[in-house]
């Protein structure tokens, strides 16, 4: 029997608002433990919550973002249940009336809705410790400093049909947060966190199979490594003729596979109900709109214009859309005349290769507009060859500096001059007759060494097409000679 997967996603991004979402305290990564934290956010007896309106203003204008509904009326809730990095012993979340719902995301022409996204606190975290080590240690510390970081939840309908699948939606979830700058996206950080609910059931049945729930997962690869890997034990289960028990289970990176944690809560499990402590929320619809005003194009109507407007292909228009900061950037090389496939060449070039190398963003690096500009145009007049228009880009990327400035100062303009150019080429071919007998014998994979030291004598700054028409000229010359 053939079997299909069921995946729903649930979403915990941490919103980038300086300040926690019913205190005080910084959000700030990292410091020492137990730093930023108050009465409040330590859940002190005879303490209350005040909302943060900055983390309403980003709830909203992500549910805008990802096509959902955003609510008039919202109100808070308790979820009830015991964990010592919990001080509380409740988190105050939205259950009944979230703030977004009935949202979607357009994944590779399939649609993935969204039931609802929903404002809530993060818990702190357990520091397991001694000399046992991670997985049998000894005891458990506990850092409250995340406590009370606001939260956006985004769960998934389960209408994610394969592993690759869910690795693009997540990816294309964090670009819109991004683009929309309510979350950094960091995964090592822990502030782009995902939960997978992944089921099966026979090709062609409509009635869902038991879930399980995968936690642990902490990039995107992993995620859809995971789910490849449940998919793959519910099928053998189900095959042995075995019960799928509902249960939450941890992703091992190491193994491949994953492993139980606890049985899966119901939400009746939660006992929530309304949060006393904080009133019922009354959004102004005129806020609403005004915050729609304030959001930049996206990225799939960025794609979709790249590839109709300036005919670039799918996989072009998808790199250069990816990062808000190198689309933003492309644009404005375009609107100074650039052509767009050669700035879009450059950017998803050599630009992401250094990125890579580097391990830093397009925003970290030193480029201009106006520098693509001119390397694209000092290339176009053949003052540059694309070896030395490579190396000044790549300079640039490091130091600001302008084009003109740097081909001047380094002496790197291209070597155009046919007399010049036909003078070096002769000599490599007369220093060098050994292989030039070899050619004229019929090795003609020789022609490419007389070019490469042609350059070599030019110090790469050779205008190659000159260089390559007298080389077919001259080489043409000697084998006429030898007839």
């Known amino acids: 029997m053939k079997y299909e997967p069921v995946i729903g996603l649930e979403v915990h991004a941490q919103l980038k608002t300086a300040t926690k979402i019913f205190c005080g305290c910084p959000t700030t990564f990292g410091g020492n433990p137990n730093d930023h934290v108050c009465p409040v956010c330590l859940g002190m007896p005879g303490v209350l919550p005040v909302l943060n309106k900055r983390v309403v203003e980003f709830a909203i204008k992500s549910g805008i973002a990802l096509n959902c509904s955003v609510a008039h009326f919202t109100r808070f809730d308790r979820k009830n249940y015991f964990y010592p990095d919990l001080p509380k012993d409740y988190q105050i979340s939205q259950y009944s009336q979230p703030i977004c719902n009935n949202g979607h995301l357009v994944i590779g022409g399939k649609k993935i809705r969204i039931l609802r996204a929903h404002i809530e606190e993060d818990a702190g975290k357990l520091v397991h410790a001694g000399a046992a080590g991670l997985h049998g240690s000894d005891y458990s510390l506990v850092d409250f400093n995340r406590t009370g970081v606001p939260l956006l939840e985004i769960v998934s309908e389960p209408d994610i049909e394969s592993p690759e699948q869910a690795r693009l939606y997540l990816s294309e979830l964090r670009t819109i947060l991004r683009y929309i700058d309510v979350c950094d996206g960091n995964l090592e950080e822990g502030s782009f966190r995902c939960d997978a609910n992944v089921s099966i059931r026979p090709v062609g049945q409509t009635e869902l199979g038991t879930k399980t729930e995968i936690k642990n997962m902490n990039s995107f690869r992993s995620v859809q490594r995971a789910i490849q890997s449940e998919i793959e034990r519910q099928i053998d289960l189900v095959e042995r003729g075995e019960r799928i028990p509902q249960e939450t289970r941890l992703w091992n990176e190491a193994t491949q596979s994953t492993y139980p944690m606890r049985s899966k809560e119901e939400a009746h499990d939660y006992r929530y109900f309304p949060e006393p402590d904080l009133p019922p929320l009354v959004i102004d619809p005129a806020w609403i709109k005004a915050l729609e005003a304030t959001l930049p194009e996206l990225p799939d109507s960025r794609r979709r214009r790249y ?150 004598a030019l110090k790469g700054k050779g205008n190659p097409q000159i260089i390559n028409c007298l080389l077919d000229e001259m080489l043409a010359e000697a084998a006429s000679a030898v007839k």
């Open 307 to 456: 590839m109709e407007i300036c005919h670039l292909s799918a996989d072009d228009a998808y790199v250069l859309a990816e990062s808000k900061e190198m689309s933003d950037f492309f644009d404005r090389v375009i609107a100074l005349d650039t052509p767009a496939k050669a700035a879009a060449n450059w950017l998803i070039g050599p630009t992401q290769a250094f990125l890579k190398e580097s391990l830093i963003d397009f925003a970290q690096t030193k480029v201009t507009p106006e520098n693509l500009r001119d390397l694209v145009a000092a290339m176009n007049t053949g003052s540059l060859n694309s070896t030395t228009a490579k190396q000044i880009w790549l300079d640039l990327l490091r130091e600001p500096a302008e084009v003109s400035a740097v081909i001047e100062q380094q002496g790197l303009s291209q070597v155009s001059d046919e007399t010049k150019l036909r003078s070096i080429v002769w000599q490599v071919l007369s220093d060098n007759q050994s292989q030039l007998d070899e050619y004229l014998k019929g090795r003609t994979k020789i022609r490419q060494f007389f070019f490469g030291e042609t350059m070599k």
